[in-house]
């Protein structure tokens, strides 16, 4: 089935130590998100790749960055987490062509424990 | 700008009770709409979405959605909930942030609780 993967399902860090969260899709679809969701909140943009251009968000610290190798796979990258950045991070992928907007299909989440 | 504001944090219903969770959204330009759920340390999962056409939406589940432009409401219902439909719902809008691009915009979500 196709489908969004993220791995791993559970990741823990320690303070400052950098940490990269995984995606990957066999929808073969042109755009890919990462939310950050924390506790009893709504999921929350940080960026999005369209193909190969990569949009960021106005408020996405600059601790948050992401890579984009190829359409399956995209990475999100923390630099030196702190205790704030302990959240589920969604990875969703859409397919969109031209204008029209079509629903997003999101992963399981990578819940991120920082110590 | 859009908004979307789900005026409950959490509903208690009883098991084949029937059940709305209540969203609206603020905008003055046509919207697509979406239901997600979201069990315990899942991904969200699409229930059902209003992009135009009709205004009763029917999605996974037995769920449905009324698209209400005149009350800007977009409220979920189900006839009668089971034990497996305790998860939390979220309301989303399509929003244009800009250029080409479109994101959604959630709104807190509401925890359905459904009791034997």
């Known amino acids: 089935d196709a489908m969004v993967i993220q791995n791993p399902r559970y990741q823990v860090t320690q303070f400052g130590k950098p940490v990269t969260l995984s995606c990957s899709q066999t929808?073969?679809?042109?755009?890919m998100y990462w939310y950050q969701q924390k506790s009893s909140q709504a999921p929350k943009l940080l960026f999005h790749y369209y193909d190969k251009d990569f949009n960021n968000e106005a408020d996405t610290p600059d601790n948050f960055q992401s890579r984009r190798p190829n359409t399956s796979f995209c990475f999100l990258d923390i630099r030196s987490p702190g205790l704030g950045d302990a959240a589920m991070y969604l990875c969703?992928?859409?397919?969109?062509?031209?204008?029209?907007?079509?629903?997003?299909?999101f992963g399981p989440g990578t819940r991120l424990t920082v110590l | 700008a859009q908004s979307v504001t789900q005026l409950d944090s959490q509903v208690p219903v009883f098991e084949e009770a029937p059940v709305e969770l209540r969203c609206n959204y603020s905008s003055s330009v046509s919207v697509y709409l979406f239901w997600y759920v979201q069990y315990p340390n899942q991904g969200l999962q699409l229930l059902l979405k209003y992009l135009s056409g009709s205004t009763l939406v029917k999605g996974i589940n037995g769920f449905e959605a009324e698209f209400n432009k005149s009350q800007t409401s977009f409220h979920l219902r189900k006839p009668s909930v089971h034990i497996s439909d305790t998860a939390e719902y979220f309301c989303a809008v399509k929003l244009y942030s800009g250029g080409s691009n479109y994101k959604l915009t959630f709104g807190k979500g509401t925890l359905l609780t459904v009791n034997p």
């Open positions: 929808l073969n679809h042109n755009v």
């Open positions: 969703a992928t859409s397919k969109r062509t031209g204008a029209l907007y079509n629903e997003q299909f």
